[in-house]
């Protein structure tokens, strides 16, 4: 292979997306050490200086603004003279690959049917995928895979169910857990004291109304679930802190505002996590992370760093069935996993085992020291 050319959700500044193509750049470079390695990115600049890697404009996924400004703006040839001239097309990581958004399934997956036509090998490179909720879904998703995908590769069990739900052949479809999870840590990580001892939470504001309507009672049932959780950690004299994988997104600016208002004056710390890297610096300086995403469990996982799910999406417990999490750990649990909307746990729920995962670090703690 002498061009590679990596597409996803690249620059946006979400630490999970940032470390998924950190570790396929790795790996890339491990398999194909000869091969020239491009990316397409929402914000090449950003993504250039953060990988050390040649970034291009990503194609838009929707929109007709989005085209308008793509195709005015000239930066179409490039992107397309980089499908042109690829051999090897890797789609992916992430989990990108559902119907949620109707758009989403033609918008992707029309990548890897261009890269087809100009001859390169085509792979869905360790993908999530569903839940698919229309025929219409199903219908495109089996028609791009089955016809342009060479590799079809997702990172979990479950993916790999939603696919075979589409109508693709179960034998087609390789499982490999998330790329993050395995990648070299070619990185020197330091422990920094001002996080040594501390826990690190990592929160969204999962039904804020700008994204969700009409689901106000279920956010605001979070929102006392967090801080149950957070005035447990006090109450235990454990010291937490906030980490912001995607600082410049407003939500979380206004949520880590709303909780730190709250309780800043016993105790409650925050830091935004500028790249990848500096995320995996700071976690692995904690003593232990609680994590609604998905990469802030992922990337403890890699550090060996104690951890407590928040699961609101397959995705997560597709990760934790991979290294066998599930049935031995406690995990927080807002919906039934495939993205239905609401939250029945109650905020008891919430203090009981977080009261078990901070006795669980203590207990870690006092082994290790002995």
């Not at 390789?174 to 001002?194: F, G, Q, R, S, W």
């Not at 690190?200 to 929102?223: A, E, Q, V």
């Amino acid at each position: 292979m002498k061009r590679i050319l990596i597409s996803g959700w690249y620059g946006f500044g979400n630490i999970g997306d940032e470390a998924i193509l950190a570790a396929l750049v790795s790996r890339a470079r491990k398999e194909y050490p000869a091969a020239n390695i491009s990316v397409l990115s929402y914000y090449p600049v950003r993504t250039s200086a953060e990988h050390g890697i040649s970034a291009f404009t990503q194609l838009p996924v929707s929109g007709y603004r989005s085209w308008v400004k793509f195709l005015i703006t000239m930066r179409f040839l490039t992107t397309f003279w980089l499908f042109f001239r690829c051999d090897l097309f890797w789609l992916g990581g992430g989990g990108f690959l559902s119907d949620f958004q109707p758009e989403v399934p033609k918008g992707w997956l029309r990548q890897i049917k261009l890269a087809k036509l100009f001859g390169a090998k085509t792979v869905l490179k360790q993908i999530g995928a569903g839940p698919f909720m229309t025929e219409a879904g199903k219908k495109t998703t089996f028609h791009y895979i089955s016809k342009y995908a060479d590799d079809v590769i997702v990172r979990d069990e479950i993916s790999k169910s939603c696919l075979v739900s589409t109508g693709l052949a179960s034998n087609k479809i390789k499982v490999e857990i998330d790329p993050v999870a395995n990648m070299d840590l070619d990185m020197e990580l330091t422990v920094k004291e001002e996080f040594q001892g501390k826990i690190g939470i990592i929160y969204t504001d999962f039904f804020n109304p700008r994204y969700w309507k009409n689901h106000s009672s279920s956010r605001i049932t979070l929102l006392q679930c967090y801080k149950e959780q957070i005035q447990t950690i006090l109450d235990l004299n454990e010291k937490p802190i906030l980490l912001l994988f995607q600082p410049k997104n407003p939500l979380e600016v206004d949520l880590r505002d709303l909780l730190m208002k709250e309780f800043s004056s016993q105790g409650l710390e925050a830091i935004s996590i500028q790249d990848y890297r500096h995320g995996f610096e700071v976690i692995n300086s904690l003593k232990g992370v609680i994590s609604f995403r998905l990469h802030g469990n992922i990337i403890a996982y890699r550090l060996k760093k104690p951890f407590l799910p928040i699961s609101y999406h397959h995705k997560t417990d597709g990760f934790l069935q991979m290294i066998d999490f599930l049935d031995k750990n406690d995990v927080l649990r807002i919906t039934d996993g495939m993205n239905l909307i609401g939250i029945s746990s109650p905020t008891q729920d919430w203090r009981k085992k977080t009261e078990r995962f901070v006795a669980s670090l203590k207990v870690t703690e006092n082994s290790g020291s002995c």
